[in-house]
């Protein structure tokens, strides 16, 4: 599918030298499938798996930032304290 819209980019932007309203077209084009793939979550689509590893990033990320504000946070305090190390213990 990539391959076929860059070959009607291409050739889109080849007919531009001809009539300039082609090169309006392979504009639009282009904004239109940068602005799809955005949509559809950051981008071309990748069949590696690799968002897997982006969402395992965020979750960690998101895990210390909790243990971040429970930790230094002044209200329940001890409570967090019994959370933080009741996680210590199932980690072991």
């Known amino acids: 599918m990539f391959v076929l819209l860059l070959i ?5 932007f080849g007919l531009g030298f001809f009539s300039p309203i082609w090169w309006v077209a392979a ?3 282009v904004f239109g499938v940068t602005r799809h793939g955005r949509a559809r979550g950051g981008g071309w689509i990748h069949d590696d798996g690799s968002g897997l590893g982006n969402y395992r ?4 990320r998101r895990d210390r930032q909790d243990r971040w504000d429970r930790r230094y ?8 304290r019994r ?4 996680d210590r213990e199932l980690r072991k």
Do not use: G, K, M, P
């Not at 009607?8 to 889109?12: F, H, M, R, Y």
């Not at 990033?57 to 960690?60: K, V």
């Not at 946070?73 to 967090?80: M, P, Y």
């Open 73 to 80: 946070s002044r209200q329940h305090r001890a409570r967090w």
């Open 27 to 29: 504009a639009v084009l």
């Open 83 to 86: 959370e933080d190390r009741r």
């Open 8 to 12: 009607l980019i291409v050739v889109l």
């Open 57 to 60: 990033d965020y979750q960690a």
